[in-house]
Nanobody, 111 residues
Framework: QVQLVESGGGLVQPGGSLRLSCAAS????????MGWYRQVPGKERELVAR???????NYADSVKGRFTISRDNAKNTVYLQMNSLKPEDTAVYYC?????WGQGTQVTVSS
C-alpha cells in the first residue's frame, strides 16, 4: 500500500502557473504508470497526464502544450507543471498510482 499526498494547489489568475507535487509514502519505482487526474462537481474524473517509469508521458488534448508531468523516483514524487492556466482548468486534481489515490488538491483559475 502507498499513501499519496498532493500539494501545490491554490487560486491563480488566468494565464498563471502552478506546480503540483505528489509525494508517495514509499518507492514509486514499482509503479510503471503514475498519473494526474482532475474532477469538477457533477462530472467524472478525467485523466490529465500520465507518465511511465522510463519517462514517457501523454496528455489530455485540453492540456497539451501547457502542462508537463514529471517524476523523480529517487524522491518518490510526481509533479505537474501547469502553465497558461485557464478557468476551465479549475478542478480538484488527484494523483494516482495503481489502485491508490491521493486526497486531492484544489486548483482554482479565476480573475
Amino acid at each position: 500500500q502507498v499513501q499519496l499526498v498532493e500539494s501545490g494547489g491554490g487560486l491563480v489568475q488566468p494565464g498563471g502557473s502552478l506546480r503540483l507535487s505528489c509525494a508517495a509514502s514509499r518507492s514509486i519505482f514499482r509503479y510503471d504508470v503514475m498519473g494526474w487526474y482532475r474532477q469538477v462537481p457533477g462530472k467524472e474524473r478525467e485523466l490529465v497526464a500520465r507518465i511511465t517509469s522510463d519517462g514517457s508521458a501523454n496528455y489530455a488534448d485540453s492540456v497539451k502544450g501547457r502542462f508537463t508531468i514529471s517524476r523523480d523516483n529517487a524522491k518518490n514524487t510526481v509533479y505537474l507543471q501547469m502553465n497558461s492556466l485557464k478557468p476551465e482548468d479549475t478542478a480538484v486534481y488527484y494523483c494516482n498510482a495503481g489502485n491508490f489515490w491521493g486526497q486531492g488538491t484544489q486548483v482554482t483559475v479565476s480573475s
